[in-house]
């Protein structure tokens, strides 16, 4: 059984970093696109980073460049998400998913063929 554990979302000032990890397990680490989304009440799931299998490259949304950082550790099949200069508009539910569409053109869920866990709330007061 895939499973995907993300933690670490908390409350932080702007300005103020958090890293999120996502704990896996029921499939090969390698052979499946991960990676970070987010959702705040009213709006559309916002790919946030990922990283892409086919040529081992990590992608961000353009509202993340620079302040997020994706990596990965395959001994401990855990991904993280390194995130500094919060802002207030980074608020959201934080959420991994695994076989997901991820490359130059965007990063998407795989629309019923993907899997994921449950979300870590990230909160930035201004």
């Known amino acids: 059984e895939v499973q995907l554990q993300a933690s670490g979302g908390g409350l932080v000032q702007a300005g103020g970093s958090l890293r999120l990890s996502c704990a896996t397990s029921g499939f090969t680490f390698d052979d499946y696109e991960i990676g970070w989304f987010r959702q705040t009440p009213g709006k559309e799931r916002e790919g946030v980073s990922c990283?892409?299998?086919?040529?081992?490259?990590?992608y961000y949304a353009d509202s993340v460049k620079g302040r997020f950082t994706f990596s990965s550790d395959n001994a401990k099949a855990t991904v993280y998400l390194q995130m500094n200069n919060l802002k207030p508009e980074d608020t959201a539910v934080y959420y991994c998913?695994?076989?997901?569409?991820?490359?130059?053109?965007?990063?998407?869920?795989?629309?019923?063929?993907?899997?994921w866990g449950e979300g870590t709330q990230v909160t930035v007061s201004s």
């Open positions: 990283i892409s299998r086919r040529d081992e490259n990590t």
């Open positions: 998913a695994a076989e997901i569409f991820c490359g130059p053109l965007g990063i998407y869920s795989n629309h019923g063929r993907d899997y």
